[in-house]
Nanobody
Framework: QVRLMESGGGAVQSGGSLTLSCVVS????????MGWIRQAPGKERETVSV???????SYSESVRGRFTTSLNKDKNTLYLAMNDLRPEDTAMYYC???????????????????????WGQGTQVTVSS
């Protein structure tokens, strides 16, 4: 059973930075993929980053160049470092995983949030102007 638990959300001013963490258990990195998905009030979920089974990474256009995802296998933790935050980044952020996933990261990104089978409970990020 895959379990995911996010932390690190909070309130920051525009231009600020936050790093989200997701502690992972029960997931096999070499045969699976992981992502960060966000959902703002009244909006659809959006996959903002993906890391695939061979550690390739892809980002949505809305965050590319500002957000960086990384995986520390020794700590079983997925990260999302967010810089130059904007009010439009305000959302609930979820860590998600699929345990059988061999596609390339950009393809997984295009498939959208429904690609992932396992989800954390989410962590709120609020950016004020």
């Amino acid at each position: 059973q895959v379990r995911l638990m996010e932390s690190g959300g909070g309130a920051v001013q525009s231009g600020g930075s936050l790093t989200l963490s997701c502690v992972v258990s029960g997931h096999t990195y070499s045969s699976g993929c992981m992502g960060w998905i966000r959902q703002a009030p009244g909006k659809e979920r959006e996959t903002v980053s993906v890391i695939d089974s061979v550690q390739r990474k892809s980002y949505s256009e809305s965050v590319r160049g500002r957000f960086t995802t990384s995986l520390n296998k020794d700590k079983n933790t997925l990260y999302l470092a967010m810089n130059d935050l904007r009010p439009e980044d305000t959302a609930m952020y979820y860590c998600a995983a699929d345990s059988s996933c061999f596609a390339e990261s950009s393809y997984i990104l295009r498939q959208g949030p429904s690609r992932f089978d396992y989800w954390g409970q989410g962590t709120q990020v609020t950016v004020s102007s």
